[in-house]
């Protein structure tokens, strides 16, 4: 079994810029591509960004292009989503998600960490 834990949230101005990182624990070895999702108050999961096993690739919804990086330490089984010019419309939770089957790109992931609140003012 795999586990997810994100940290890294919090209160930011607009503008301002955020790293997210996310661990992984349990079963490690079979985790392939790992993503960011969010979901913001009324609204639906929208996808982010996610980074295949080895790093070679990765993908980015099209509102955070230019903006969010994503990045992983296979060694330290972290993920990160480094956050910059930081607009209000970012405001929500930030999900981690791993994929256990050996595809890119994922057609879905299968496991979810908790999230971590991000909350940009005006």
């Known amino acids: 079994q795999v586990h997810l834990v994100e940290s890294g949230g919090g209160l930011v101005q607009a503008g301002g810029s955020l790293t997210l990182s996310c661990v992984a624990s349990?079963?490690?070895?079979?985790?392939?591509?790992m993503g960011w999702f969010r979901q913001a108050p009324g609204k639906e999961r929208e996808f982010v960004a996610d980074?295949?096993?080895?790093?070679?690739?990765?993908r980015y919804g099209d509102s955070v292009i230019g903006r969010f990086t994503i990045s992983r330490d296979n060694a330290k089984n972290t993920v990160a989503l480094q956050i910059d010019s930081l607009k209000p419309e970012d405001t929500a939770v930030y999900y981690c998600?791993?994929?256990?089957?050996?595809?890119?790109?994922?057609?879905?992931?299968?496991?979810w960490g908790q999230g971590t609140q991000v909350t940009v003012s005006s």
């Open positions: 980074i295949s096993r080895s790093g070679a690739s990765t």
């Open positions: 349990g079963r490690t070895f079979n985790i392939y591509a």
């Open positions: 998600a791993a994929d256990q089957r050996p595809s890119w790109p994922p057609s879905r992931y299968q496991v």
